[in-house]
């Protein structure tokens, strides 16, 4: 395994792969006998916790926290791909085909991580069957996620990107069919998420504040009008 990143610290006490929502109702030898391989750390907010070519193959679960996972196209521009957040896991593809990693990921929260090594999350599931299920479910979503993003970003300009992301990154709130996002999201990280600039997104997100179409409120970004969004995005989709 290769050396912990700065800021990772060891755990100071015993932890089982039981309590990692991914393995639940694992067989207890199984959980014993590959969670001795296991390594418990906390990673502080900010923290690197993988890079870009990194040689590992170890799998992490967040317990608790959260991390995000971003790369850098080769002109240096970040492109924020997902947050991982508590219950969650990642690296899983370096586990899988041995190759080295193709993004890099940060603590945006301080957290904590299970990292288990490739080969024995392999071992486990190979040894059971259900958890390998439940691993392709996983991969499944994710690319189902991803060939969604893959198609905004090749056929929507920034103004519908930015209503899909929206859209994606909200909850329901309320019994009138606002939608809100919690705590207000961070603009350049909605640049990033999006590849577009912060000042279109700015400029765009001001416009739906204008337009009544956005509230903020105290703690939250409040879309009054998700079908107005939902409406667009689908004009857009047919043109």
């Not at 041995?98 to 890099?104: C, N, W």
């Not at 190979?126 to 691993?135: K, M, V």
């Amino acid at each position: 395994m290769a050396g912990r990143p700065a800021g990772m610290n060891a755990p100071r006490r015993a932890e089982t792969l039981a309590v990692i929502p991914f393995f639940s109702g694992i067989a207890p030898e199984l959980a014993l006998r590959h969670g001795r391989r296991a390594h418990w750390l906390t990673a502080e907010a900010g923290r690197l916790i993988l890079d870009f070519d990194d040689p590992s193959d170890d799998v992490f679960f967040v317990l608790s926290g959260s991390v995000r996972i971003s790369v850098r196209t080769p002109g240096g521009r970040e492109l924020i791909l997902d947050d991982v957040p508590a219950g969650r896991f990642f690296g899983e593809m370096a586990a899988i085909d041995g190759a080295p990693r193709s993004a890099s990921v940060i603590a945006l929260h301080r957290s904590r991580i299970c990292r288990l090594p490739g080969a024995a999350f392999m071992a486990l599931m190979a040894e059971a069957p259900d958890l390998s299920r439940r691993l392709m479910q996983v991969l499944t979503s994710r690319i189902r996620e991803t060939n969604a993003r893959m198609l905004e970003l090749t056929s929507l300009d920034i103004r519908h990107r930015l209503y899909a992301e929206l859209l994606r990154r909200s909850n329901p709130a309320g019994a009138g069919g606002e939608r809100a996002i919690s705590p207000p999201p961070v603009q350049q990280i909605i640049a990033l998420r999006i590849g577009a600039r912060r000042e279109a997104v700015s400029r765009e997100i001001a416009r739906l504040l204008r337009d009544g179409v956005l509230e903020r409120t105290r703690g939250a970004l409040v879309i009054r009008a998700p079908a107005m969004l939902e409406r667009a995005l689908a004009e857009a989709a047919t043109n």
